[in-house]
T-cell receptor
Framework: DAGVIQSPRHEVTEMGQEVTLRCKPI?????LFWYRQTMMRGLELLIY????????DSGMPEDRFSAKMPNASFSTLKIQPSEPRDSAVYFC?????????????FGPGTRLTVT | AQSVTQPDIHITVSEGASLELRCNYS??????LFWYVQSPGQGLQLLLK??????LVQGIKGFEAEFKRSQSSFNLRKPSVHWSDAAEYFC????????????FGAGTILRVKS
């Protein structure tokens, strides 16, 4: 099992640019989560999907953030336009809702730096 | 709403000493409880989980945790710490009433001194 795959692993961009983060969940998992981790705020849930449908996006900071899951094996988190305060590590995680134990498996993260 | 408290931000133990990391949760029904570990520059790795049955659960890397409903706690333990255990540890709670969303604690950073 390849685990959760995220790309890129590192992204450095200038303020105002569009940033797209990508995630491939574990095959067979039907829930996908996007988190943001910073020193100040810790680990925050941004949005999660069940069966490709967004269930809870209350953690998305503002309209500059958007997430999609066009199919069961791919999701994107987009920031447009990016700002320096968006600098953080973004994690994707997946789980199998059918197993009723709900443990999440995390990807390695994307470290985003906005200058 | 569910919540998780990890009272210790930092803990330092000597290599070979025992370890206990505290976790208290707030949840109205039967919780699902998890411990994750994050090494520097890495993602979170599941150490162990509890969702029913035996209240003492064994995990990877020699860790164990005990669910105590009366104390709303799920403390993580290891009898003898190795230098490679230095990392940040997160407790998380979930449950059927909240879908499969987990709430994470703020984390405890473990330092191991030789």
């Amino acid at each position: 099992d390849a685990g959760v795959i995220q790309s890129p692993r590192h992204e450095v961009t200038e303020m105002g640019q569009e940033v797209t983060l990508r995630c491939k969940p574990i095959s067979g998992h039907n829930s996908l989560f996007w988190y943001r981790q910073t020193m100040m705020r810790g680990l925050e849930l941004l949005i999660y999907f069940n069966n490709n449908v967004p269930i809870d996006d209350s953690g998305m900071p503002e309209d500059r953030f958007s997430a999609k899951m066009p199919n069961a094996s791919f999701s994107t988190l987009k920031i447009q336009p990016s700002e320096p305060r968006d600098s953080a590590v973004y994690f994707c995680a997946s789980s199998s809702r059918d197993r009723a134990s709900y443990e999440q498996y995390f990807g390695p993260g994307t470290r985003l730096t906005v200058t | 709403a569910q919540s998780v408290t990890q009272p210790d931000i930092h803990i330092t133990v000597s290599e070979g000493a025992s370890l206990e990391l505290r976790c208290n949760y707030s949840y109205g029904a039967t919780p699902y409880l998890f411990w994750y570990v994050q090494s520097p520059g890495q993602g979170l790795q599941l150490l162990l989980k509890y969702f029913s049955g035996d209240t003492l659960v064994q995990g990877i890397k020699g860790f164990e945790a005990e669910f105590k409903r009366s104390q709303s706690s799920f403390n993580l333990r290891k009898p003898s710490v190795h230098w490679s255990d230095a990392a940040e540890y997160f407790c998380a709670v979930g449950g059927m009433e909240y879908g499969n969303k987990l709430v994470f604690g703020a984390g405890t950073i473990l330092r191991v001194k030789s």
